[in-house]
Protein backbone atom coordinates (compact mmCIF):
# COMPACT_ATOMS: atom_id res chain seq x y z
CA UNK A 1 0.00 0.00 0.00
CA UNK A 2 2.98 2.35 0.82
CA UNK A 3 4.17 2.13 -2.88
CA UNK A 4 1.16 3.15 -4.39
CA UNK A 5 1.00 6.52 -1.84
CA UNK A 6 4.54 6.79 -3.20
CA UNK A 7 4.09 6.07 -6.83
CA UNK A 8 0.39 8.43 -6.33
CA UNK A 9 2.26 11.42 -5.07
CA UNK A 10 5.25 10.83 -7.67
CA UNK A 11 2.39 11.22 -10.56
CA UNK A 12 1.00 14.31 -9.05
CA UNK A 13 4.43 15.78 -8.28
CA UNK A 14 4.97 15.77 -12.08
CA UNK A 15 1.58 17.29 -13.19
CA UNK A 16 1.97 20.89 -14.29
CA UNK A 17 -0.48 23.74 -14.27
CA UNK A 18 -0.61 24.94 -17.94
CA UNK A 19 -2.38 27.81 -19.56
CA UNK A 20 -3.36 27.56 -23.15
CA UNK A 21 -4.52 30.91 -24.50
CA UNK A 22 -6.04 31.80 -27.59
CA UNK A 23 -5.83 35.24 -28.71
CA UNK A 24 -7.31 37.05 -31.90
CA UNK A 25 -10.55 36.60 -33.91
CA UNK A 26 -11.49 33.57 -34.82
CA UNK A 27 -12.51 32.68 -38.20
CA UNK A 28 -12.60 29.18 -38.33
CA UNK A 29 -12.08 27.10 -35.13
CA UNK A 30 -14.55 24.33 -36.53
CA UNK A 31 -12.43 23.61 -39.17
CA UNK A 32 -9.09 23.74 -36.54
CA UNK A 33 -10.55 22.48 -33.09
CA UNK A 34 -9.70 18.86 -34.29
CA UNK A 35 -6.12 19.56 -34.82
CA UNK A 36 -5.93 22.35 -31.63
CA UNK A 37 -7.03 18.93 -30.26
CA UNK A 38 -4.78 16.43 -31.52
CA UNK A 39 -1.80 18.26 -31.54
CA UNK A 40 -1.79 20.74 -28.50
CA UNK A 41 -4.26 19.36 -25.79
CA UNK A 42 -3.98 15.66 -26.30
CA UNK A 43 0.11 15.91 -25.66
CA UNK A 44 -0.71 18.01 -22.05
CA UNK A 45 -3.75 15.18 -20.85
CA UNK A 46 -1.44 14.59 -18.33
CA UNK A 47 -1.24 18.04 -16.96
CA UNK A 48 -3.70 20.48 -15.66
CA UNK A 49 -4.61 22.57 -18.42
CA UNK A 50 -6.87 25.71 -18.23
CA UNK A 51 -7.91 27.08 -21.28
CA UNK A 52 -8.13 31.20 -21.47
CA UNK A 53 -9.77 33.29 -25.05
CA UNK A 54 -9.63 36.77 -25.78
CA UNK A 55 -11.35 38.04 -29.07
CA UNK A 56 -13.13 41.09 -30.81
CA UNK A 57 -16.72 41.14 -31.63
CA UNK A 58 -17.91 42.34 -34.96
CA UNK A 59 -20.49 41.35 -37.17
CA UNK A 60 -17.80 40.49 -40.11
CA UNK A 61 -14.24 40.65 -41.19
CA UNK A 62 -12.16 40.46 -43.81
CA UNK A 63 -10.90 36.78 -44.73
CA UNK A 64 -8.89 35.30 -47.85
CA UNK A 65 -10.61 32.30 -48.19
CA UNK A 66 -12.77 33.16 -51.21
CA UNK A 67 -14.58 36.16 -49.78
CA UNK A 68 -14.59 39.97 -50.59
CA UNK A 69 -13.63 42.21 -48.23
CA UNK A 70 -16.11 42.13 -45.16
CA UNK A 71 -17.66 39.06 -46.34
CA UNK A 72 -17.11 36.41 -43.84
CA UNK A 73 -19.19 35.92 -41.05
CA UNK A 74 -17.16 36.18 -37.91
CA UNK A 75 -19.23 33.39 -35.07
CA UNK A 76 -18.58 35.22 -32.37
CA UNK A 77 -17.19 35.02 -28.77
CA UNK A 78 -20.14 32.67 -27.52
CA UNK A 79 -19.81 30.59 -30.35
CA UNK A 80 -15.54 30.30 -29.28
CA UNK A 81 -16.38 29.54 -25.98
CA UNK A 82 -19.52 27.18 -26.90
CA UNK A 83 -16.53 25.19 -29.02
CA UNK A 84 -13.78 25.21 -26.86
CA UNK A 85 -15.87 24.13 -24.32
CA UNK A 86 -16.63 20.64 -26.41
CA UNK A 87 -12.45 19.84 -25.81
CA UNK A 88 -11.77 21.50 -22.65
CA UNK A 89 -13.32 24.11 -19.66
CA UNK A 90 -12.58 27.65 -20.36
CA UNK A 91 -11.55 29.23 -17.47
CA UNK A 92 -11.80 32.41 -18.46
CA UNK A 93 -12.19 35.05 -21.61
CA UNK A 94 -12.83 38.10 -22.78
CA UNK A 95 -14.17 39.90 -25.80
CA UNK A 96 -13.11 43.25 -27.05
CA UNK A 97 -15.51 45.93 -29.40
CA UNK A 98 -13.42 46.13 -32.23
CA UNK A 99 -15.05 48.92 -33.67
CA UNK A 100 -15.03 51.05 -30.25
CA UNK A 101 -11.41 49.35 -29.88
CA UNK A 102 -10.47 51.07 -33.33
CA UNK A 103 -12.51 54.34 -32.59
CA UNK A 104 -10.57 54.59 -29.05
CA UNK A 105 -7.17 54.03 -29.74
CA UNK A 106 -4.62 56.43 -31.34
CA UNK A 107 -3.74 54.56 -34.65
CA UNK A 108 -1.76 58.26 -36.19
CA UNK A 109 1.80 57.61 -35.21
CA UNK A 110 1.80 54.30 -36.04
CA UNK A 111 0.37 54.66 -39.62
CA UNK A 112 2.71 57.47 -40.23
CA UNK A 113 5.95 55.79 -39.05
CA UNK A 114 4.17 53.15 -41.51
CA UNK A 115 3.94 55.41 -44.69
CA UNK A 116 7.72 56.31 -44.15
CA UNK A 117 9.07 52.50 -44.66
CA UNK A 118 5.79 51.20 -46.63
CA UNK A 119 6.34 47.74 -45.44
CA UNK A 120 2.36 47.59 -44.40
CA UNK A 121 -0.48 48.49 -45.76
CA UNK A 122 -3.20 50.67 -42.80
CA UNK A 123 -5.06 47.44 -42.27
CA UNK A 124 -2.21 45.34 -41.45
CA UNK A 125 -0.95 47.58 -39.19
CA UNK A 126 -4.35 47.98 -37.52
CA UNK A 127 -4.19 44.05 -37.38
CA UNK A 128 -0.85 43.96 -36.17
CA UNK A 129 -1.74 46.41 -33.09
CA UNK A 130 -5.18 44.70 -32.51
CA UNK A 131 -3.56 41.34 -31.84
CA UNK A 132 -0.57 43.19 -29.72
CA UNK A 133 -4.02 44.09 -27.70
CA UNK A 134 -5.79 40.71 -27.48
CA UNK A 135 -2.16 38.95 -26.90
CA UNK A 136 -2.42 41.38 -23.36
CA UNK A 137 -5.71 40.94 -22.77
CA UNK A 138 -5.39 37.10 -22.37
CA UNK A 139 -2.36 37.50 -20.35
CA UNK A 140 -3.89 39.51 -18.18
CA UNK A 141 -6.31 36.26 -17.98
CA UNK A 142 -4.15 34.14 -16.63
CA UNK A 143 -1.84 36.30 -14.98
CA UNK A 144 -5.05 37.21 -12.54
CA UNK A 145 -5.27 33.31 -11.90
CA UNK A 146 -2.05 32.74 -10.34
CA UNK A 147 1.18 30.86 -11.11
CA UNK A 148 1.13 28.71 -13.84
CA UNK A 149 4.26 26.56 -14.83
CA UNK A 150 3.78 27.10 -18.72
CA UNK A 151 1.84 28.80 -20.91
CA UNK A 152 0.92 28.74 -24.52
CA UNK A 153 -0.57 31.13 -26.77
CA UNK A 154 -2.67 29.72 -29.92
CA UNK A 155 -4.23 31.13 -32.43
CA UNK A 156 -7.72 29.89 -32.69
CA UNK A 157 -7.80 29.47 -36.89
CA UNK A 158 -4.18 28.55 -37.06
CA UNK A 159 -4.59 24.36 -38.45
CA UNK A 160 -1.91 22.61 -36.23
CA UNK A 161 0.13 19.47 -38.00
CA UNK A 162 2.38 18.12 -35.04
CA UNK A 163 2.19 17.66 -31.63
CA UNK A 164 3.25 19.79 -29.03
CA UNK A 165 6.69 18.47 -27.23
CA UNK A 166 4.76 18.08 -23.81
CA UNK A 167 7.82 17.59 -21.62
CA UNK A 168 8.01 20.01 -18.83
CA UNK A 169 11.03 21.56 -17.37
CA UNK A 170 10.71 19.69 -13.81
CA UNK A 171 8.55 16.54 -14.55
CA UNK A 172 10.19 13.57 -14.84
CA UNK A 173 9.95 10.97 -17.65
Not at 37 to 58: G, R
Request: include cysteine; aromatic fraction near 10%.
Amino acid sequence: MKRLVLLAAVAAATRRRVAVCFWGINRSLDLTLPSIQKHLLAPLADHDVELFFHTYTQKRASHLAGFKRDEAPVPGAVAELRALERVGTVTAWSATDQFAFDAAFDYGPFLSAKRQNRLYTDDTVRALIRGLHSLAEVTELWRSRGAFDAVVYCRPDVLLLTPVDAALPGATE
